[in-house]
């Protein structure tokens, strides 16, 4: 599970900074799915060590009776940008002091590298599966590291056009697991409606709503 909407006046990608919120937006969406989820078999719930993501999951967790398991695996992708804004209409772009970190999008050159986030989030769901196995488990992470694991595991390459992701807040990317191999993919978005119409996936990216906050 993606988390929900982020508390973010000031518009910066927050990254792995601490101290980002839930908004009350975000709250509603996180509730949204803990109740989409409770007749569901699950019996293991972990989250990012972030609080977005934490308090995503606490609900999900509480639905179940469960105690929330934490996993570093789960964090957001490291990115050099983070604490600042970049997105659509804000110049970033051409700024000179970024130019070097732009210079190969395969990699990527501007944070974690995408087989470095396909490694930690496949032991992430493995693990998961152990902690769960004949049952359901529940992750809740960050929008880029859930895509591309998704994208692994689909075998799509991992370099890709970030507005094209399919991985809405509050969406669930859900692996199934056959013994220990995963058979299929799904995707479902619980909480679509709550999800301001510029933030769905697929959205033509607008001026001013569209800055890179994090994930």
Sequence with gaps: MRHGEVANPEGI???????????????RMAD???DHLA???????????LERAQETATP??????????????????????????????????????????LVNPFRPSWGEPYV??????????????????????VLVSHQLPIWIVRSYVERRRLWHD??????????????????DKIVSVGYTEPA??????????????VKGKDKAFGA
């Design 32 to 34: 949204r799915v803990a």
């Design 162 to 179: 970030p507005r094209k992701r399919q991985c809405t807040l509050a969406s669930l990317t859900t692996f199934t697991y056959q013994g």
């Design 39 to 49: 007749s569901r078999d699950v019996t293991y719930v972990v989250a990012s060590p």
């Design 60 to 101: 999900i967790a509480k639905a179940h009776g469960l105690d929330l398991a934490t996993d570093a695996r789960l964090i957001e992708a490291d990115n050099v940008f983070q604490g600042k804004t970049f997105g659509v209409g804000d110049g970033a772009l051409k700024r000179p002091e970024n130019w070097r970190h």
């Design 13 to 27: 990608l927050y990254g792995r900074l601490p101290g980002y919120h839930l908004s009350e937006l975000g709250r």
């Design 116 to 137: 470095d986030q396909v490694v930690r989030m496949k032991g992430a769901l493995d693990a998961a599966k152990d902690a769960a196995r004949g049952h359901e488990a």
């Design 192 to 205: 679509r409606d709550l999800v301001p119409a510029h933030l769905l996936a697929g959205a033509k990216p």
